[in-house]
């Protein structure tokens, strides 16, 4: 995608996603027969604006921004009317995350340079492996908290803005009708590893849908 | 073939497909929970995959975007019947990007037309 960062080690061979917390103590992750592997040990490629900010810190307008200059794209960037559709990588991420470290420099003597207002020159190396390990640990731990069991939510444009498990896709209304046609929670959570039995319960006890 | 299995899809589906040998991404390759229906969409059509999904609100997204195809499977509590002729369907046609196939539990299965952006 970008030369200068096709180039580097780091990004050619992306280091593992740092293993997170093993939750298997709320039973979620010991059933089901196609995902065996925890959720939060396994790496994430595509990465929402919302993330983006989060983890970089860069701000979704300002994204908007460097991509009309052409400056940074996203592997994955659709226009819709004035909207942008768009999924980073992990490597474009990477690129965000040292485009955002390059607007204000801190030079050895404290000061603070910000290369906007004239002519840079860097006196050290651009930090692509510190930046990556650090966004891999971020990622780790974002993906690990994000989980609330047990509630429900409205997201805009999730499933036409449908009542969901919150932070996942499982509509409500899919739990409720396979609960009445007679599944158990458990039954239910082996299908749908996404959800948890606090997560079935809610969602068929009414809840905020 | 290769799919992108919504999360509203049981887990035996995605299981079948594999087992099927179809290219199936599931959360392994991306975090689908946090996704709009949009960039799921966008995802899919980058991938040049078409999405199994049960949810009919996010199959009229699908078809005003026209991105990328999808197999809608009716009936939740069978969806893994529907996978089944989901398959034997694709096994003889094409699905075109932006076209929906939709795989009610009984009734014949059948190709719409995607509405107009």
Known sequence: MYAWADRTDAL??????????????????????????????????????????????VTTRRLD????????????????????????????????????????????????????NGQLVLDHTVPVDAVTAELARAVTAERAGRHVAGAVQRRRGVLGGAAVVTGTRVPVITLRSLHRAGWTAARIVESYPAVTVEDVEAAVNGGAA | MRFVVDQCVPAEVAALLQARGHDVDI????????????????????????IVTTNTDFVNVARRRQWASVVHLGAEAHALEAAER????????????????????????????????
């Open chain 1, 12 to 57: 050619a061979n992306p280091p593992a996603i740092v293993k997170g917390p093993t939750s298997t103590a709320t039973g979620r992750f010991t059933s089901g027969s196609v995902r065996r592997v925890p959720r939060e040990w396994q790496p994430v490629i595509a990465f929402t604006d919302d993330q983006v900010r989060r983890l970089t810190g």
């Open chain 1, 65 to 116: 921004e460097w991509a009309e200059r052409g400056l940074l794209r996203a592997t994955i960037d659709r226009p819709v009317g004035s909207r942008r559709v768009r999924l980073f990588s992990f490597a474009d991420m990477v690129a965000v995350r040292v485009a955002h470290w390059l607007r204000v420099v801190q030079r050895p003597d404290g000061s603070w340079e910000d290369w906007r």
């Open chain 2, 27 to 50: 959360d392994d390759d991306l975090d689908i929970g946090v996704l709009t229906d949009e960039q799921l969409l966008a995802y899919a059509a980058d991938k040049r995959a078409a």
């Open chain 2, 86 to 117: 989901a398959l034997a369907w694709l096994a003889q046609h094409p699905l075109p990007a932006g076209a929906v196939l939709r795989v009610p539990r009984r009734a014949t299965v059948a190709v719409m037309t995607p509405l107009r952006g």
